[in-house]
């Protein structure tokens, strides 16, 4: 934890000669719910998320947090995330940034935690972006702690102003063993009209040399109106999902719907935050947090 209060201390120490400088943001509020089927049991679930992109002149700075509860026959998960992610763009083209994050799973006192950290290069090219970021995880699970080093890489191109594509992918060595976590997706999204979006995604999630693999197909759409003069991107997803371990394999479903609040310029988002495809824009730190985001939760 202390090295991501680093980050955060990396990104306000950047901020403060930039203090005089305008401010300007991109920020999306999402509330979601959602019902899932696997193998015939149901759950629901529910969640809270906001995303922001700070800027002061060269100094941009990314902020997520979000909160997620599944209940299922008074059993209960929970799920938190967080991350910091200040960068400075030298030209408006080319940025370098670190990076900190925080994931935790919590089902009834088991707790996985992934903390990760590290450094990222930025390009911007007319309608394209990507990251390639290097970094760690500190994996604890029941007390039992191990290292992963994560490689990773977003791309996102917008082909017209209302057609956009991207993809993501990150590789996490485990540290002392012979096994990786591999996650990666692709998707789109296509406005429709002004106020109407459809969007749709593909991830997949695995684990080398456990038998374990998550694989996600996803479609969705929304509509931004305004309600009391601010606008609102309210959305729906199907998701289908099928994985496998060492205990056999299952099949689900997912259903959600949710409202996300647009504050700033963030009329550009693509995508809802509580959907799965979502996941594929946003990108993992870890392979092995995929492996439990990859179906949106």
Not at 168 to 192: C, F, K, N, P, Q
């Given at each position: 934890m ?23 943001h ?60 200040p ?10 940034g ?5 994931d ?17 290069a ?15 995880t ?6 039992l702690?191990?290292t ?38 692709i998707?789109g ?40 003069g ?17 205990l ?7 259903v ?37 985001g990859?179906f949106?939760?």
């Amino acid at each position: 934890m202390s090295r991501i209060l680093t980050v955060a201390l990396c990104g306000l120490a950047w901020a403060v000669p930039a203090g005089a400088q305008q401010l300007d943001h991109s920020t999306a509020i999402g509330l979601g719910y959602s019902h899932l089927s696997l193998d015939g049991e149901g759950a629901n679930a529910y969640s809270l998320e906001g995303e922001s992109i700070l800027r002061f002149g060269q100094i941009e700075t990314g902020v997520d947090l979000g909160f997620n509860r599944l209940n299922e026959d008074g059993s209960r998960v929970d799920q938190t995330s967080v991350e910091i992610a200040p960068s400075y763009w030298f030209t408006p083209g080319f940025g370098i940034g670190v990076y900190g994050a925080r994931d935790t799973l919590d089902f009834e006192g088991t707790d996985l935690t992934l903390n990760s950290y590290g450094v990222e290069a930025q390009v911007r090219a007319a309608a394209m972006s990507g990251t390639l970021f290097v970094g760690e995880t500190d994996v604890d699970l029941l007390g039992l702690d191990a290292t992963t080093k994560d490689v990773g890489l977003r791309v996102r191109a917008d082909l017209t102003p209302q057609a956009s594509v991207w993809g993501s992918m990150v590789r996490s060595d485990i540290e002392e063993t012979d096994s990786d976590a591999r996650t990666w997706g692709i998707g789109g999204s296509l406005m429709v009209n002004d106020g109407f979006s459809t969007f749709a995604s593909y991830q997949s999630s695995e684990i080398d040399g456990t038998g374990g693999d998550v694989n996600v197909a996803a479609i969705g759409m929304s509509w931004t109106t305004f309600v009391g003069g601010q606008e609102v991107m309210l959305s729906g997803e199907y998701a289908s999902a099928s994985g496998s371990s060492m205990l056999g394999s299952s099949d689900g479903n997912r259903v959600s719907l949710g409202a996300t609040i647009l504050l700033g310029d963030a009329q550009q988002k693509r995508t809802p935050a509580h959907t799965v495809t979502h996941n594929t824009l946003r990108g993992e730190r870890n392979g092995l947090s995929g492996l439990f985001g990859s179906f949106g939760f």
